[in-house]
């Protein structure tokens, strides 16, 4: 079993829509998790980060967690042509190396 | 806060030949990360340090991959006899370790591309 998982995609939606994008991970002692985007051939950069259950929102993004379930999300409200990228999910475990998954791709169709 | 600064930003090489790879992190982050990307997966965890120590290595990696941060500010990744799968964005981060807290994110810099022929 990977440590974290993404459905890779591509998901596409419709300009104005609401994108959801899912990772599971595997270590229940995981502590922090974090939302990355990524353009294509660029590095990561930091969209979001949740440490406790619930939801957090900045601005059109949500992270949302759940940590008995071993499930965390990321909404995209208001879906713009720009947020077309490569939405990594990463999870660290305890305060030890940061695990990423393979990523999301998602087309936001104008 | 100038960034995480990597170079070179592109090496070509040809097989066999060692390279090396140098990281500059935000100066007052402790965590230095040495990711390996390949086209369509996300970055693969290599090695990370904490100041100068060296606290985990991946597994996965060949002995022919070393790392150092000998005074707990820059890293080097060097990677001998390379070979042509050694092909990979190489991407380093750095990060604040902030324990009370849990916000540990990683920053990174722009990744240097590695061509081996």
């Known amino acids: 079993q990977k440590e974290v998982e993404q459905n890779s995609g591509p998901l596409s939606v419709p300009e104005g829509a609401i994108a959801s994008l899912n990772c599971t991970y595997s270590d229940r002692v995981s502590q922090s998790f974090f939302w990355y985007r990524q353009y294509s051939g660029k590095s990561p950069e930091l969209i979001m980060s949740i440490y406790s259950n619930g939801d957090k929102e900045d601005g059109r993004f949500t992270a949302q967690l759940n940590k008995a379930s071993q499930y965390v999300s990321l909404l995209i409200r208001d879906s713009q042509p720009s947020d077309s990228a490569t939405y990594l999910c990463a999870v660290m475990v305890g305060y030890q190396k940061v695990t990423f998954g393979t990523g999301t791709k998602l087309q936001v169709i104008p | 806060d100038t960034g995480v600064s990597q170079d070179p930003r592109h090496k070509i090489t040809k097989r066999g030949q060692n390279v090396t790879f140098r990281c500059d992190p935000i100066?007052?982050?402790?965590?230095l990360y040495w990711y390996r990307q390949t086209l369509g997966q996300g970055p693969e965890f290599l090695t990370y340090?904490?100041?100068?120590?060296?606290?985990?290595k991946s597994r996965l990696l060949s002995d022919r991959f070393s790392a150092e941060r000998p005074k707990g500010s820059f890293s080097t990744l060097e990677i001998q006899r390379t070979e042509q799968g050694d092909s990979a964005m190489y991407l380093c981060a750095s990060s604040p370790l902030r324990e009370a807290t849990g916000s540990s994110p990683l920053h990174f810099g722009n990744g240097t591309r590695l061509t081996v022929t």
């Open positions: 340090f904490q100041n100068e120590a060296q606290l985990e």
């Open positions: 100066s007052e982050h402790n965590r």
